[in-house]
């Protein structure tokens, strides 16, 4: 099982462009989240979702947007990009429904937005 | 704001010694999770400890829970190079059991000298 993938691992987009994170997980977990990491910030959450076709804002949602159309694929959509939203993102998926456990990273996408 | 908050931010030991890294956060929890980073990868769950759980321990790993000072530990004892990385606490926020949120702390550096 190759866990949680996210697409691409880099980018580089100058303010203004759009572009699409995809995170692909074979685990049949039901949840999966978007995290943006930046220094001394910790990990934030963007968008969440607990099911296919539900999605639900985080704490930093702004300026993005997300998509499950597929169980397996949450994607996460930059439509105008800002020098702001240069960070590292994560995605993670988990499993559980009556309690919360733990949470399966991907390995990060850094954007650098210019 | 962020819920948890790690101490120290820095930690630099030998290899051999123990290392302790604090976690405190603002609100009551379900449970509480720690994660290892190394260097340009994704999260690693490393521990789960529940509300109602004082202490637990997994191989060199020990985590307490104080939920009357709204903190907890990590313990890594006899610590190894390979144990060099940050080191993030994750809270479940009552009411988010149903949806996995988890909120992160900024994490502790841990630089484990050979």
């Known amino acids: 099982n190759a866990g949680v993938t996210q697409t691409p691992k880099f980018r580089v987009l100058k303010t203004g462009q759009s572009m699409t994170l995809l995170c692909a997980q074979d685990?049949?977990?039901?949840?999966m989240y978007w995290y943006r990491q930046d220094p001394g910030m910790g990990l934030r959450l963007i968008h969440y979702?607990?099911?296919?076709?539900?999605?639900a804002k985080g704490e930093v949602p702004d300026g993005y947007n997300v998509s499950r159309l597929k169980k397996q694929n949450f994607l996460l959509g930059l439509e105008s990009a800002a020098p702001s939203q240069t960070s590292v993102y994560f995605c993670?998926?988990?499993?559980?429904?009556?309690?919360?456990?733990?949470?399966?990273f991907g390995e990060g996408s850094r954007l650098t937005v210019l | 704001s962020q819920q948890g908050e790690e101490d120290p931010q820095a930690l630099s030991i030998q290899e051999g010694e123990n290392a302790t890294m604090n976690c405190s956060y603002k609100?009551?929890?379900?449970?509480l999770q720690w994660y290892r980073q190394n260097s340009g990868r994704g999260l690693v769950h490393l521990i789960l400890?529940?509300?109602?759980?004082r202490e637990k321990h997994s191989g060199r790993l020990r985590v307490t829970l104080d939920t009357s000072k709204k903190s907890s530990s990590l313990l890594i004892t006899a610590s190894r190079a390979a144990d060099t990385a940050s080191y993030f606490c994750?809270?479940?926020?009552?009411?988010?059991?149903?949806?996995?949120?988890?909120?992160f702390g900024q994490g502790t550096t841990l630089q484990v000298k050979p």
């Open positions: 993670a998926s988990s499993r559980t429904q009556r309690d919360t456990g733990e949470l399966f």
């Open positions: 685990m049949n977990h039901e949840y």
């Open positions: 979702s607990v099911g296919e076709g539900t999605t």
């Open positions: 609100t009551s929890i379900n449970n």
């Open positions: 400890i529940r509300s109602n759980e």
């Open positions: 994750a809270t479940v926020l009552p009411g988010s059991s149903n949806t996995g949120k988890l909120i």
